[in-house]
């Protein structure tokens, strides 16, 4: 359950909007079913475990590119191109594992209104897993932040070296393509200040590799909850699961669910968004088990254009160190 501390100062910041932007008041007189607001409520207090927080040994059982929840309405589209340059590393002490290398990523990502309510979605993410040149950098930040370290003197700067016991070794750079993924959205509810969305997913392998990208179908399922404040400010909530079934570059006997959730947390304000990310782990055994958690900052760079960081927080041992992201959309 979200800190209470943080609601307080959701509360204040929906003020200050208020307060200062010179524009319209959030909606007076608006009534809204109890019903919504319960259901409202009740997803509202979910572990925040979240979208696009690499690490390709769970990104290679399901992935989850889809964020925007609004339909567009009859016969309008949207496309938007997502360049994300993550820097991973992660050691996993008591199960000979190590994922130490940079993935440079281009997500396409196009929907398609079909009428006020479902909207047609398909997405395909294309990867270039390298050495990089971030190692020193990062390095360096989390000496001065005194960040454990994780044994990164063992293995040589800017290298992949990527293996997971006999289930697969990479060491050298490679080009990747992620699954296309299929689904529809409907918008469920939406009056006044609230709505709620769901979608209903399929991801379909292009070219398998084990380790980085599916290599059987998988469904995903979830959706979103909004409460629009003010008219420059929103609360959102994107919650969504995955089903896969099991690769065969795993153990047979290692355990393994076949399930988990990704989920965010956002406040936009206007353009700039921030968002709380974290992600349930299908693992059950050594340091692959932990959810993934971090925070998220975007801002407007243009009309079409936005920048923003992910930053991972501790336990650190299932999502990118740091990534960087570049989104260009069009829509008409």
């Not at 990089?132 to 070296?161: I, M, Q, T």
């Not at 782990?281 to 243009?302: E, F, N, W």
Request: glycine fraction near 8%; charged fraction near 20%; aromatic fraction near 12%.
């Amino acid at each position: 359950m979200f800190n209470p501390v943080f609601q307080a100062k959701v509360a204040e910041l929906a003020d200050a909007s208020d307060l200062g932007s010179g524009g319209p008041e959030r909606p007076v007189g608006v009534r809204v079913p109890p019903f919504a607001l319960l259901l409202f409520l009740l997803l509202l207090p979910l572990p925040c475990q979240a979208t696009q927080t690499l690490f390709p040994p769970v990104d290679s059982l399901a992935r989850f590119p889809f964020t925007a929840g609004a339909p567009l309405g009859a016969r309008r589209w949207s496309l938007s191109l997502e360049y994300t340059h993550a820097n991973l590393y992660a050691l996993d002490f008591a199960h000979d594992s190590v994922n130490d290398m940079e993935l440079f990523s281009h997500t396409l990502l196009y929907r398609r209104g079909l009428d006020k309510d479902w909207t047609f979605e398909g997405a395909v993410t294309f990867s270039f897993v390298s050495g990089g040149y971030l190692d020193s950098l990062v390095e360096g930040f989390h000496s001065l932040f005194s960040y454990p370290e994780a044994r990164r003197d063992l293995y040589p700067k800017n290298r992949v070296n990527y293996r997971l016991g006999d289930g697969f070794s990479h060491l050298s750079p490679s080009v990747q393509s992620g699954p296309l993924i299929l689904g529809l959205s409907r918008r469920v509810y939406g009056k006044g200040p609230l709505s709620l969305d769901l979608r209903f997913s399929l991801g379909l392998p292009l070219v398998a590799t084990a380790g980085l990208s599916p290599r059987n179908p998988f469904l995903v399922w979830g959706g979103s909850a909004a409460w629009q404040i003010t008219r420059n400010l929103s609360l959102e909530l994107y919650h969504h699961r995955a089903l896969f079934p099991r690769p065969g570059w795993i153990p047979e006997q290692e355990p393994l669910n076949s399930t988990f959730s990704q989920d965010e947390l956002r406040l936009s304000l206007s353009r700039i968004r921030l968002s709380i990310l974290s992600r349930s782990s299908p693992y059950r055994v050594g340091d692959r088990r932990h959810a993934a958690r971090a925070v998220s900052l975007s801002i407007p760079l243009s009309r079409r254009l936005e920048a923003g960081i992910i930053e991972d927080l501790p336990p650190f041992d299932t999502s990118a160190d740091i990534s960087f992201f570049l989104r260009a959309s069009f829509s008409r």
